[in-house]
Nanobody, 119 residues
């Protein structure tokens, strides 16, 4: 089955860290763009980070210096390391794998994983 599955969400206090994972099956992530999106309650889904097939990474301004996207080719997984988390980072995090960052024909989306940052 061709799919991506997110994991690693949960509850964390402000200032804490969390690592999300996007694992692919049925295809290799190494040859695709992989993007992380976030949807906060009552808001539209927004792009957070993306890594290209050549390893170039980009970040939303508000997460620069706190989040790091990386690819683990051996495990066919892309991680999003999130440090110094803030309450405004709360939301459902989705990964998307495809020809561009979250768009293009054949883009595969996961079901999302909830991240809650609260004291």
């Amino acid at each position: 089955q061709v799919q991506v599955v997110e994991s690693g969400g949960g509850f964390v206090q402000p200032g804490g860290s969390m690592r999300l994972s996007c694992a692919a099956s049925g295809f290799t992530l190494e040859s695709t763009f992989v993007a992380w999106f976030r949807q906060a309650p009552g808001k539209e889904r927004e792009g957070i980070s993306c890594i290209t097939d050549s390893g170039v990474s980009t970040y939303k301004e508000s997460v620069k210096g706190r989040f790091t996207i990386s690819r683990d080719s051996a495990k066919n997984t892309v991680h999003l390391q999130m440090n110094n988390l803030k309450p405004e980072d709360t939301g459902v995090y989705y990964c998307a794998a495809g020809p561009l960052c979250g768009m293009g024909p054949g883009t595969k989306w996961g079901q999302g994983t909830q991240v809650t940052v609260s004291s």
